[in-house]
């Protein structure tokens, strides 16, 4: 049986997950790393079970014309409630990307996720994504 530290640290390494899967455009990795019933609830729509999280990562990735410039995804002030194999998590987020004039905000938000412990791993049951910053030019 895994400690309460144990446990944290490891929904804080699922959360960094998710961050370097969906920035290196892994659909299917990331999707992964939610339940098979899993809910990825985003600004531009929701998606629900693995199949669905991608094609709603393909839909997302289709607003936008041409290639994505290259971006990264920070998780910061993460809060984590336990509750046996379940814990919700409050955590901030910011996606910096490439620009033409340089490096630059594209977004940032709140994440609000519940997640739980199968089989002795953690995955995304729901992920609800607010997404309140954003560069008025890069909106969609």
Request: hydrophobic share 35%; aromatic share 10%.
């Amino acid at each position: 049986m895994s400690t309460a530290l144990e446990d944290k640290d490891a929904i804080r390494e699922l959360l960094a997950d998710y961050c370097y899967k969906l920035d290196a455009g892994q659909k299917e990795a990331m999707a992964a790393l939610f339940t098979e019933d899993g809910t990825w609830e985003t600004a531009f729509g929701t998606g629900t079970t693995r199949a669905g999280i991608v094609a709603q990562l393909e839909k997302i990735a289709a607003l936008s014309p041409g290639p994505r410039p290259r971006r990264v995804h920070y998780t910061t002030n993460i809060l984590i409630t336990l509750a046996g194999d379940t814990a919700t998590v409050k955590s901030n987020w910011l996606v910096v990307e490439n620009r033409k004039e340089g490096p630059g905000i594209n977004s940032g938000g709140e994440y609000h996720d519940t997640v739980v412990k199968q089989g002795g791993r953690w995955f995304f049951r729901h992920r609800r994504i607010d997404r309140f910053l954003a560069a008025e030019k890069y909106e969609y």
